[in-house]
């Protein structure tokens, strides 16, 4: 019965993922063991990489299914907090991770307009958009969309729009992997990136969202434990309390009189201005808890209605949410999901304020500055670099990689070093987990709605698996083949995905659910205004042609998406009875599930036909 | 399985319960890191109090949020006969 709702979930997972934690932690305690035994760091490096790296592709190629339930919305048995750690990494991204990590360690407080973005992003997901799209059940955006307005138009344009923004994302996220791992070593970044597309596209083709759902809930619990634990441990070291989410306020007292009495500055930028630091070398820009430096105040407000939609109606998000076993469970998802976010961000922002204590410390430390160990080893990863202008050292004077900054942390504080390569696996564990989500959903889009999107009627089952594993590959070939090709900051690449995600597809979807009256011809408006404004703002952003950055594209793109889809709508005859339904029914979470529903009559009427 | 006349009652009370879950919300999550700068004069457990509410108190929000919204909503669906019958 390929259609039966099966909401049975798998009581052994906890068992399962206890073990998963326990062979990481493991992994982590082993290399420790090695260091100590005298090991040399590649050796060890190596280890964990590849030991974390087959952890996760077994538990991938062990989801291997030949059921396109399970192939397309994993059974709909992911449970909610199991959806909610994957939902929150694949939001971070190792680009956020590290990104943001960087950001809060260069511009302080300004960095927060981001996180508190992705925050507002999971609760807007959680009240407007993820239970409808569950009780819909579609596996793609598209294919919901498609399906909402009973228009084969809006089901390629979105196919063909949306894809962008994922494009956008899998190459920021194949490029920090990348990082994570050849941070150390030698090896050209265009082959880890091959490496890495290659393993994605084998372990998930073997059981698609089956696969992604538990190698993403295991890279979620292993990015979790490497970014918590040195971050914990410093934070014994600093402030004598394990938890660095609470008791650095302290450091912050020590951290702030030091910026003052080296006379940082205070900035105050223009309302537009938006200058979150790229990738390179570069010093420290602000006073981390002086508000709005770097971030004038209406951009503050910009970047964070952008991310909000942009991670609301994410197509790369969505689909997971539909894998869970019930409207309930995707609500529930969603908190967790926003635990789970909070949690990262309240513990990756001592994690900058403790490497600004150590460099704070440098000059407060008595006798003359001078440059402290863990620098010069910085230095020679290329994470750090001295440029001292004058006789006297100056904080300015050190420039710091912006993704390397979380790498740096347990360098300062002096931890073992295979304690930098646990981290790097976590890292390497949340770029995988995100890279595979937005794979995942290119692959189906490009399978469901634009190879079998001419025809609602779905295709066998074996050609549709088939047709989706050939699309995950091409997919995969296709992203890697962009990362290395246009090697952009993966940062800017995460923030023009979210501007163009939040302006094509947050406005159309939102008004799918919540007013009935939109119509095939208003969804066609909304996505192709809201896109090509972005599109067109982003352009004009980065050529410097207009006073606004590029990351701030969706201020123009999502009110024009907005006003497009409505007037549109409005002088357009209204949609079918059937729609009405349609729609009545999607807000009601009771009942069948509309898709499978839909799916079954055609079949139906299929049968009947032949 | 919920009753069709039940259906309209059932969806205004959910479009109150967005309101009510959303409104709050954003405009604390809006306004909030505005006034960050002059709250950071005042300190809460060493921390300067404008950031300390932008990343510990919203966050704290955002997640009262979803689950005061989960329950609310579920209430809501049980009330109104619109909840998934397991």
Same mark, same amino acid.
Request: hydrophobic share 55%; proline share 6%.
């Given at each position: ?610 | ?26 405009? %604390?999550? $809006?306004?909030?890191?505005?006034? *960050?700068?002059?709250? !950071? ?8 109090? &404008? ?7 919203? %966050?704290? $929000?955002?997640?009262?949020?979803? *689950?005061?919204?989960? !329950? ?8 109104? &006969? ?5």
């Amino acid at each position: 019965m390929p259609y039966a709702r099966t909401r049975i979930v798998n009581p052994k997972l906890g068992a399962f993922f206890g073990i998963f934690t326990s062979a990481f932690a493991g992994l982590a305690i082993l290399a420790l063991i090695f260091e100590g035994l005298d090991v040399p760091l590649p050796m060890i490096r190596t280890f964990v990489l590849i030991g974390a790296f087959v952890l996760f592709s077994v538990i991938g190629l062990a989801s291997f299914t030949q059921d396109q339930l399970d192939y397309f919305t994993s059974g709909r048995r992911v449970p909610d907090f199991y959806a909610g750690l994957g939902l929150a990494m694949t939001a971070f991204g190792a680009t956020g991770l590290l990104g943001l990590t960087g950001s809060f360690f260069l511009v302080g407080f300004d960095a927060l307009c981001l996180s508190i973005g992705g925050l507002a992003g999971f609760v807007v997901m959680a009240v407007l958009l993820a239970p409808f799209f569950r009780k819909f059940g579609a596996y793609t955006v598209p294919s919901y969309l498609g399906r909402r307005f009973d228009s084969r138009a809006v089901r390629l344009t979105s196919a063909g729009l949306l894809a962008v923004p994922m494009v956008l994302i899998l190459a920021a996220e194949l490029r920090m992997g990348a990082f994570a791992v050849s941070r150390l070593t030698e090896t050209p970044p265009s082959t880890l990136i091959s490496v890495l597309a290659v393993v994605l596209a084998v372990t998930l083709g073997a059981g698609g969202m089956r696969s992604l759902s538990w190698s993403g809930a295991a890279q979620g619990i292993a990015c979790l434990i490497a970014v918590v634990v040195p971050v914990t441990v410093v934070a014994v070291l600093m402030t004598n309390l394990p938890l660095p989410q609470l008791s650095y306020g302290g450091v912050m007292k020590t951290v702030g009189r030091g910026e003052a009495s080296l006379g940082l500055p205070i900035v105050l930028p223009p309302a537009l201005a938006f200058d979150l630091p790229g990738e390179g070398l570069q010093p420290i820009a602000k006073r981390f808890s002086d508000a709005l430096g770097s971030v004038g105040p209406a951009a503050f407000v910009i970047a964070i209605l952008t991310t909000m939609a942009g991670i609301a109606s994410a197509p790369w998000l969505l689909p997971r949410v539909a894998a869970t076993p019930g409207v309930y469970e995707a609500r529930k998802s969603l908190g967790w999901a926003t635990v789970i976010f909070g949690l990262i961000i309240l513990t990756i922002a001592p994690a900058a304020v403790f490497l600004r204590a150590y460099l704070i410390e440098v000059f407060t430390a008595p006798g003359a500055a001078r440059v402290p160990e863990w620098i010069n080893e910085l230095a020679a990863l290329k994470a750090a670099a001295v440029d001292a202008k004058g006789a006297k050292l100056q904080l300015t004077d050190f420039l710091f990689s912006r993704d390397a900054v979380l790498f740096s942390l347990p360098v300062a504080g002096r931890l073992p070093a295979a304690a930098v390569e646990v981290t790097a696996a976590g890292v390497l564990a949340i770029a995988m987990a995100a890279a595979g989500s937005s794979l995942m959903a290119l692959g189906n889009i490009l399978a469901e709605d634009v190879v079998n999107g001419l025809s609602w009627e779905p295709p066998a089952e074996g050609l549709r698996l088939t047709a989706a594993r050939l699309s995950l590959a091409v997919a995969a070939l296709f992203g890697a083949a962009v990362a290395i090709i246009a090697p952009t900051d993966p940062m800017e690449l995460l923030l023009w995905s979210l501007a163009l995600s939040g302006s094509a597809a947050f406005p159309v979807l939102v008004l799918s659910i919540w007013w009935k009256r939109t119509n095939a011809f208003g969804a066609l408006a909304g996505l192709v205004v809201g896109f090509s404004v972005a599109v067109l703002a982003i352009l004009a952003g980065e050529g410097g042609w207009m006073g606004v950055d590029g990351a701030l594209a969706g201020a123009f793109g999502i009110p024009a998406g907005l006003a497009a889809a409505i007037a549109v709508t409005l002088v357009t005859p209204h949609p079918s009875k059937h729609l009405f339904e349609l729609v009545r029914d999607i807000r009601v979470p009771g009942g069948e599930i509309l898709y499978d529903r839909e799916m079954l009559l055609l079949k139906r009427r299929k049968m009947k036909r032949s | 399985m919920i009753e069709r006349k039940e259906r309209k009652p059932y969806w205004r009370h959910t479009k109150w319960q967005m309101l009510a879950s959303l409104i709050p919300f954003l405009g %604390v999550c $809006i306004v909030l890191p505005l006034y *960050a700068g002059n709250l !950071n004069s005042s300190r809460f457990l060493g921390f300067p109090l &404008g950031y300390f509410f932008a990343l510990h108190g919203l %966050v704290l $929000i955002a997640v009262i949020t979803v *689950a005061s919204f989960v !329950n609310r909503q579920d209430a809501i669906d049980h009330w109104h &006969g619109a909840h998934e019958n397991t």
